[in-house]
């Protein structure tokens, strides 16, 4: 039962109009201006931003390690929609876990390296290089038992999905139990299904 939100009422929840509201004009001039930000913004300034986002995370791990991580943490959990830096945020915390704890820092390096040796010796390249997406699964099918993956897998649940950032790009809109719960405030108002 969808009501419409008052602003004026505390703990009310907003309704989602789900009719298509995208015009044709509107359409043309969106993909307009976006084919000129495109042609504007050279693919090299926009890789050359992840590399210095990964040095700066990654100060004790080193950039390779901090890119492979990233590219990994992306494979994991694909959402094309989020931008690096929301990846990048999640996978940061292991640089400081790796001063304070030198086993994390062997199992990250050591799981880097294998996971390296593997993309190279079947495709000629670092793992973060691996150029298709289903390649680069294919490579963590065959670590998913290991202690590296099973760490990593696990940590980026809370590291991605605890982003409080991240909840309204997947339509979450946070706890609702202080404002008397889900049930008259919206429950069924998902708008990305």
Known sequence: MNHPKDDSVPGTMRVLDKRPTLQRRSFLRGGGLGAIGIAVIPAASLAAAKDVAARQSFRHLGAATGKTLVRMARDIYPHDKLAESFYVEAVAPYDAASVKDKGVKKLLTEGVKDLDQRATQRYGVPYAEVKTEDERVA???????????????????????????????????????????????????????
Do not use: C, M
């Open 139 to 193: 490579l963590l099918k065959d670590i998913e038992a290991t202690p590296f993956f099973k760490k990593v897998q696990g940590d980026l649940v809370t590291g991605l999905y605890n982003n409080k950032k991240l909840w309204p790009l997947f339509g979450y809109e946070g706890s609702s139990w202080e404002k008397g719960g889900y049930v008259n405030r919206g429950f069924d108002d998902i708008d990305w299904l």
